[in-house]
């Protein structure tokens, strides 16, 4: 690989980059880029260096990888822009490839938008100046090709659509917020893992730049092995506030954004970790109740089957029905159902009705959603609609020791078991600990499949009190008691799992 410009002559160049970090503003970011490929740093930023990176010296050569965490509006979209036109456009990687091979610099962003909005970015470097205009072959939807043999090619952060390109960098944009809920709990590490092999022949630099956000993941996990300088000389860590690195966002945002919420502020404002969020609950613990393989279960005679719903009217989050009931003590998930974004929701309606009466159930639970327009809907299909008497985070923090203790049958689902995976402890300003999904992320299915099982769980402890202790113990079928209450509320009350009622209890003492 042959440096045919250095970076730090492309950034000070007005007919390459030198108008793209141009100004005092951008002082910090020329010199990262610079020290990330190993060239010398002048006197007057070493001072800057050894404050963001906690090293005594700057590396001696360029890095292997290169961690930067900084807040949010610190620049960070513009300058991975800029090394990425600069790596695809201005370096010579022929002795690297085969002969007519292209290879690319792959951008990783959270999602299309974002990683869209970064390839923009570079469009509008290369075509700034006639110089750069000539290397711009041809544009797509994802992909920036320039006439130098290199792709600028631009992807969301999927383990799955990353593997089977040779690459010269690889950019890792936001990478503290990568979904978890499609690729595992862990997605971070698994897209690294799944993309370092690419750059096993070219040598290239891996750069991860993002916001922090809470002390666990890849990046975290980097910064803790490698700031300072007990790390490795080749992977080279920096940490700073937005201010060090953008000095012209007024601190008036900084100190707003503090007064309102200082355990966000910190991390977005002032690149540091959070200590306010905690994963829910392990993936370990999750996959303790998974029945490998198992899908759904089919509805049985004699047990009462309960459904809670996650109303969605189409636009943004999935519509979700979970069936759930008790075998004793242990809470089983039957099936779920989900309906993703864009749907009808009269239709996705009607659908879940067809499946509700398969397992006879004519009520179900759902949040307050949209007022009345549940009620209505399901109403139609002869389905009664309640409303929760427990809010999302207490159903999950109720489910919670009983997805531990391992009494939980649930589904081999993977968005159930990602979502269920991927939900975050959050303590509240008031002190009150909230549970909700993390950045990008969803958990419709999970908060359908969690109402679900805690309904099953209100079931277990009703008997409980009304026989005495049977029921999760006593090996009382629920079938059993739905007849002996049906017994004694006398005729015409159906049984709660829709079998014959009995007689009246003729014992009189018992009424």
């Not at 949010?72 to 695809?88: D, F, H, I, P, Q």
């Not at 079998?499 to 209890?505: D, E, F, H, V």
Request: aromatic share 6%.
């Amino acid at each position: 690989m042959n440096t045919t410009v250095t970076i730090r002559r492309a950034m000070e160049d007005p007919n390459l980059l030198g108008a793209t970090l141009a100004g005092p503003s951008w002082a910090t970011w020329r010199m990262l880029l610079a020290a990330a490929m190993g060239e010398r740093l002048r006197d007057d930023e070493t001072e800057s260096f050894r404050a963001l990176t906690g090293r005594s010296a700057p590396p001696a050569r360029a890095a292997d990888e290169v961690v930067v965490v900084a807040g949010r509006r610190a620049g960070k979209t513009r300058a991975m822009a800029a090394l990425a036109v600069y790596l695809a456009g201005m370096r010579d990687y022929t002795s690297r490839l085969a002969r007519g091979e292209r290879a690319v610099v792959l951008i990783i962003a959270p999602d299309t938008r974002q990683a869209r909005v970064l390839l923009d970015y570079a469009v509008g470097m290369l075509e700034a100046t006639p110089v750069l205009a000539q290397l711009v072959a041809e544009k797509t939807a994802d992909t920036l090709s320039l006439t130098t043999g290199i792709d600028i090619k631009v992807r969301a952060a999927s383990f799955r659509r990353l593997r089977g390109l040779t690459a010269v960098a690889i950019l890792a944009d936001e990478a503290c917020f990568w979904s978890t809920e499609e690729d595992g709990a862990n997605p971070d590490s698994e897209i690294l893992n799944a993309v370092r092999p690419m750059l096993a022949t070219t040598g290239g630099p891996l750069v991860i730049i993002s916001s922090p956000y809470a002390r666990r993941g890849e990046v975290y996990e980097m910064w803790r092995a490698h700031h300072g300088d007990a790390g490795d000389p080749a992977i080279l860590v920096a940490q700073g506030a937005s201010r060090d690195f953008n000095p012209s966002l007024p601190e008036a945002v900084v100190r707003r954004a503090m007064e309102r919420d200082p355990a966000a502020a910190r991390a977005e404002y002032l690149g540091l970790w959070r200590d306010d969020v905690e994963t829910f609950v392990a993936r370990e613990a999750v996959e303790a109740c998974v029945e490998a393989g198992r899908r759904e279960r089919s509805p049985r005679p004699g047990i009462t089957y309960l459904g809670f719903v996650d109303p969605s009217g189409g636009g943004q989050d999935s519509m979700t029905l979970a069936v759930a009931h008790h075998d004793g003590g242990r809470l089983v998930l039957d099936a779920v159902r989900e309906a993703r974004p864009p749907f009808s929701p009269e239709s996705v309606v009607a659908d879940f009705a067809g499946l509700l009466a398969q397992y006879r159930v004519r009520r179900i639970v759902g949040d307050r959603y949209a007022g009345e327009w549940p009620r209505e809907a399901f109403r139609r299909h002869g389905v009664t609609y309640d409303t929760s008497e427990r809010t999302k985070s207490d159903i999950y923090r109720d489910l919670l020791p009983r997805l531990n203790s391992g009494d939980v049958a649930l589904l081999d689902d993977d968005r159930l078991k990602n979502q269920l995976s991927g939900l975050e402890r959050r303590v509240a300003r008031g002190g009150r600990d909230t549970i909700d999904h993390g950045p990008g992320g969803h958990d419709d299915l999970a908060n359908a499949a969690a109402g679900a099982l805690m309904l099953a769980s209100d079931a277990v402890r009703r008997h409980e009190v009304l026989w005495g202790g049977v029921g999760a113990t006593g090996g009382l079928s629920l079938r059993s008691l739905n007849k002996k209450r049906a017994w004694h509320r006398g005729p015409g009350v159906s049984a709660v799992d829709g079998g014959p009622t009995p007689a009246r209890c003729p014992d009189p003492k018992h009424h």
